[in-house]
């Protein structure tokens, strides 16, 4: 395949690989995987991780989950809370064909579900989303049993249990130990429905884990379910936080050295509408230097972007002329695979190309 | 229209004073405009430019131009160095169609697309791309009469001129004063110009300008085009950089309020896949404070985005609650648009909604 630059390459045996470790790892403790969907907006690796064990996927949208229902996917919670009339109406539509668990992290927001589900006459599921310190969505850790109280009380939804994302950080400082992280987030939430039950509330699904964490938190007795999402493809940013090895990263943007205005510096055909800048230079607690891992050349350092350019420090001796290939490992593959309206997957000799079905599915 | 959120919305009156605008300045100056399609990705957007007095437009990359070009535009400086076999085809294959005019940084460069042109028996139509001190592409200054000797010599190629992209940084620093900066960015073409001339060179275009130094640049005689993006919805930045107002800013994402787990702090539907990060809080020389300007909050701070959740910072006394909608002029306006599948035309009362044609043309 004459593959036109910038490309985002998938290495389809490393997928399977990552796919298959992480099915292990819940399997090893006896919980539910739901991989969370964003990473990769693919059905078809959907359907592997599925394949592979997985009870369903995650997805942050609902726009996303509308996508991956149409491709057959039929078990998917939307692990964000969804709340204007429009949306529900779009929720209640879902929850007909396939089984759906949405978040819910407010009483205003729990509200509103509830009364699209009596009026559409659709039970739906919810999880309520609790925050750990992370400080995004989510009702703060010591307002949840008061809030699950309330919710379990509306005759339209099935209160079916609580969720969080950790996140690599707590009251604004870096988590880099993994593993007390993962541990803690597991036994926190734990915690919480055990009190949640002791004051009469059913509680089934107490879920956590993102990449970094995820294999420990499912070691914590309690905890059914894990959602990690990076694990899928990997990337700079899991590598620097110790969740993987460089080799263990299956996607890299093929780019080519367009200019080579000076001795020390290149200029790639990438720039911020190829790599994502949302997880950049110097971002802590990664302290990560560049916007990505240049494969052939790792000194070299991709120090700054425009949105069609990608500047390359290298060091002057480096023989690289225009006309050269590249391939990066971006620092959030998350991020980078949303601004590719296609992917190629190659597995081995063989490439495909892929439209990214679910890229900007915002709504 | 029943729109979801989050959505990009354009106001299509202020597009028209906008395009009016530039138009008037540069024939008041009598250059030529080919505005950087870049930020609107739209064909019928440039036909609006085009319509409005502009020669041609400016694209990025040779896709934006193939896009542009199969809905009618058909005069198209893409500027960017095109050095691969590939995409010197494609280059050749749209010159027959088109007028298009590539960019040029490299005698390696030069000397494929040479090649490309003789082989394929088409003219191809070069300008050289200078550097005056923004270290992405483009000769250095002071090797710049030496490359456009060489290239005037290739005879695949006719020599049309030199182009710049100053940018917002000389030398690292900032340079915020922008009249200075553009004056300074004219007249050292117009002097390079000039030195190519007296050593026999046929220069007829000297290209130059941006959104914030268009206006001045387009003031120094012997300058004949400007190539402004941004203007045409302008963004948070340029109104920090004093380029325009808030009130001229014709781009806003509509976001809907879906938690606000604390009174300080509430969370939008929008975060990195809504709002571009490459222009983020704290970017010299902006010293931008958040992801946007909040219209209906000015004091709010939109200071955290994960993927699809955006925090903002409010007062403890903000009566926003969930459900309630906001619209924020993004930092960046063109990688923001680069996010967006579609944007919402609104012109009065009417809503028109319009795929963003050249949105992830990358290659």
Redesign the interface.
């Known amino acids: 395949m004459?593959l036109?630059?910038?490309?985002l390459i998938i290495e389809e045996g490393q997928v399977r690989r990552n796919i298959a470790k992480m099915a292990g790892i819940a399997a090893a403790c006896g919980v539910a995987l739901r991989p969370h969907a964003?990473t990769h907006k693919l059905p078809e690796i959907a359907r592997l991780q599925i394949g592979a064990g997985s009870k369903g996927i995650t997805t942050?949208?609902l726009a996303e989950a509308e996508i991956m229902a149409e491709q057959g996917i039929d078990d998917i919670f939307i692990a964000?809370?969804?709340?204007?009339e429009?949306?529900l109406e779009r929720l209640a539509t879902l929850s007909r064909r396939i089984n759906v668990i949405a978040g819910v992290?407010?009483l205003?927001?729990a509200t509103?579900m509830n009364e699209t589900a009596l009026r559409r006459g659709v039970p739906l599921q919810v999880r309520l989303e609790v925050?750990l310190g992370f400080?995004?969505?989510?009702?703060?850790y010591d307002h949840a049993l008061e809030l699950a109280a309330a919710i379990a009380k509306l005759e339209g939804l099935q209160f079916r249990g609580i969720y969080t994302f950790r996140g690599f950080f707590m009251n604004g400082a870096p988590t880099l130990e993994l593993e007390a992280a993962g541990l803690e987030e597991g036994r926190l939430m734990v915690e919480l429905a055990e009190r949640m039950r002791a004051a009469g509330l059913e509680v089934r699904d107490v879920s956590v884990g993102s990449t970094p964490t995820a294999e420990y938190a499912a070691r914590v007795p309690g905890v059914t379910e894990v959602r990690p999402g990076t694990y899928v493809y990997y990337d700079r940013m899991q590598a620097v936080l110790g969740s993987c090895t460089l080799d263990e990263c299956a996607a890299a943007v093929r780019v080519?050295?367009?200019?080579?205005?000076?001795p020390g510096?290149l200029?790639v055909?990438?720039g911020?509408?190829?790599f994502?800048?949302?997880v950049?230079p110097g971002a802590p607690p990664l302290h990560l230097i560049g916007y990505g891992h240049i494969l052939e050349e790792p000194d070299a350092v991709l120090e700054?972007?425009?949105?069609?350019?990608g500047?390359v420090r290298v060091p002057e001796a480096s023989p690289l002329?225009?006309?050269d290939v590249l391939h990066i490992i971006p620092n959030h593959i998350?991020?980078t695979v949303?601004?590719?309206?296609r992917v190629y997957l190659q597995d081995g000799g063989q490439m495909r190309e892929l439209p990214v079905a679910a890229?900007?599915a915002?709504?």
Request: proline share 6%; charged share 30%; glycine share 10%.
């Open positions: 004459n036109e630059t910038p490309a964003k942050a949208k964000y809370p969804i709340v204007t429009a949306k992290d407010s205003e927001g509103a925050d400080g995004r969505t989510g009702v703060p080519t050295v367009v200019s080579r205005p000076e510096r200029v055909d990438g911020s509408k190829t994502a800048t949302d950049g700054r972007v425009s949105e069609e350019h500047m002329r225009v006309g998350c991020s949303n601004l590719h309206s890229r900007g915002i709504t």
